[in-house]
């Protein structure tokens, strides 16, 4: 970590008149969630298109039925940590205006923050991949075809190929020119287009990674660590 990271980040945040947050999957590893590109990352042991691509939905919804049951199942034990309740108050303070993120499990809003756009979407709900009508978890977890039409259900997240929910993207877009201040947390910044947001900002960037991945040299302040404990420091120093 850089010398003196935090007087600088907490500087930032005090002068900044509008700020976005922008998350990955280093942001819910500390709640106990896998992350996709780490050693332990989902995409280390299963070929992403072979389970989160549309063409998986439709040629093996075996595979791609046992892979979302599995995270739908991992994650109703897990909650959200410390991190994502520090980015909740830091919103409610009037501190974040805006939090933006490409984890679909629902932690930020779990942890009270208002104002969350879900550019990958949600595993929290489903629909019918035709019809798009709602279904229930139960019903998708027991493969129940879709009761409009019968056809497949899914959960509501953005599969490899898809369009990103243009309401979110939207948003997060328009705040992000504006912003004084993007911070952006635990993400390789490999997937496109979510990785080419940080360089949509005139202002300042904040890289908090756990490792090291390409294109952090382009932020003004990279921090190497974990999220929750970076994010623990600022706010400690925030408030004293
Ligand atoms: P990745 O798994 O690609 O990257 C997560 C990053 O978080 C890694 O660089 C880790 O070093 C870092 N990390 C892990 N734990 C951390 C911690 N406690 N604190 C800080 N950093 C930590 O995940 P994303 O970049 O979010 O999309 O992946 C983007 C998209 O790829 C996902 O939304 C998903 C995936 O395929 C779809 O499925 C469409």
Redesign the pocket.
Known sequence: MNVNWETEFVKLLKGSSHTVILT????S??SGVP????KA?W?KNID?LTV?TVEALEDNYELFHEFYSTRISGLSQLKPNKGHFIIADWQKEGLVQLVAT???DNFHQTAGAEHVQTL?GSIKSYRCNDCRAEVSETAFLKKVPCPTCGGRTRPN????GEMLPQESWQTTLANIEIADLVIV???????YP?NQLPAMTNGKTVF????E?RGANAFDLTIK????E?LERVDELLRK
Do not use: C, Y
Not at 157 to 160: A, G, K, Q, S, T
Not at 208 to 211: F, T
């Open positions: 990955g999957a280093g942001m590893t500390e992350d996709f590109r780490s990352g995409w992403p989160a490409q984890n679909v990958h997240v953005v599969l490899f947390i635990g993400t390789s910044l490999e997937v979510v908090i990674n756990l490792d991945v660590g974990k999220a929750g970076v």
